[in-house]
């Protein structure tokens, strides 16, 4: 079969072996895979990444230094099964899936795995258990940003919302907008976005952002007061002295560079909770003094659960989640590499999809 291999630090175009399906495991054709920043990262760093995994105790089966195929936010076709199965999806029926599957070693990442390639391979291997099928007509583009939209729904619900909660959401790439979506998904407002590209700003507001800035023209933080939430020390220890109603604030970190948890806890307004989505690859460094005099706390998240997802797929197949303000255009297999060199540059694509089956 043709795939897009990550090969040293190169995407090539090359053929690969038909997988195999093992017990339990579903054989699966492509049909669409998105882009994930993640991947974008892994090109080059995938050492590092895995280097940090197992610090936290993660998996120990991906070698960077082989083959890799990318792929776990995909959309694609039931083929057959392998032994074991009860094959209660018929071929044909569309499935996404939690990029998960189970080898020699254990639970592997479908996609960061040396054995189980990704979505921008044309066929994979996926858990039987695992395998939702697409419904209510859905499309196989909108399907494959299940994945990508679980990552904002796994953060919404862990952040302490309220009725009072005004949301700031740092960062509007697919990350943050999948927090916004999630969020308006629930009536939180007003919801607060920042980002310094336009083309990010009106896929926030066009996913119900309340208020959508510019932050190299206006900082987010200066709208807190206007809102009821106090923005200082001060400020709030005059506003529960004098009886004033008080919003709880809840900001959301979806950018994941150096200097932005410091700087979110110099400007967040006391008492409020930091939910880090972002994924800082590098060291940090915080003043924890100022956390503790504003009682802030930080919170980090990531992933998400098979509930999750497939509360997700609901949304967006019943159109309550909407994912069109994400979706940038697709991609052959000869355009990978250039789609990966456009969603790092910065430009107006928020989230390009990779058809395999296409040169």
Not at 18 to 42: F, N, Y
Not at 63 to 87: I, M, N, R
Not at 139 to 146: N, S
Request: charge should be negative; aromatic fraction near 4%.
């Amino acid at each position: 079969m043709k795939a897009v291999i990550r090969r040293g630090t190169q995407l090539v175009e090359d053929e690969l072996a038909e997988p195999v399906p093992g017990e339990g495991q579903a054989l699966v054709k492509t049909l669409v895979c998105g882009i994930c920043g993640s991947d974008l990262h892994a090109l080059h760093y995938l050492d590092h990444m895995i280097g940090l995994t197992r610090r936290a105790g993660g998996m120990e089966t991906l070698d960077p230094t082989k083959d890799v195929v990318f792929g776990h936010e995909f959309c694609a076709e039931v083929l057959d099964y392998g032994p074991g199965c009860a094959g209660t999806l018929k071929p044909g029926t569309r499935v996404v899936s939690v990029p998960a599957a189970f080898g020699p070693a254990g639970s592997e990442l479908v996609g960061y795995s040396n054995l189980f390639p990704g979505g921008f391979a044309e066929r994979m291997v996926l858990q039987e258990a695992l395998l939702l099928e697409v419904p209510n007509g859905l499309d196989a583009e909108r399907a494959a940003l299940t994945e990508p939209m679980a990552v904002g729904e796994h953060a919404v619900a862990q952040a302490p919302l309220t009725p009072q909660t005004v949301a700031l959401v740092i960062g509007c790439g697919p990350v943050g907008l999948s927090v916004i979506a999630a969020l308006k998904a629930r009536g939180i407002g007003p919801v607060i976005a920042a980002d310094f590209n336009p083309h990010r700003r009106q896929a926030a507001e066009a996913l119900g952002a309340d208020v959508v800035l510019d932050p190299g023209q206006h900082s987010p933080h200066e709208r807190w007061e206007a809102l009821d939430v106090p923005a200082t020390l001060a400020s709030y220890s005059a506003a529960q002295l004098m009886g004033r109603a008080i919003r709880d604030a809840v900001v959301f970190e979806c950018v994941g560079v150096p200097g932005m948890l410091q700087q979110l806890i110099e400007k967040s307004p006391p008492t409020a909770k930091i939910i880090v989505v972002g994924v800082c690859m590098e060291s940090d460094t915080i003043e924890p003094s100022l956390a503790i005099n504003k009682q802030l706390s930080l919170n980090f998240v990531f992933g998400y659960s098979p509930e999750e997802f497939a509360a997700t797929l609901h949304d967006i197949a019943h159109g309550t989640r909407d994912v069109t303000p994400l979706m940038s255009g697709t991609v052959g297999r000869s355009g990978v590499a250039d789609a990966f060199k456009a969603l790092s540059g910065g430009g107006a694509q928020i989230k390009l999809l990779v058809d395999p089956g296409q040169a």
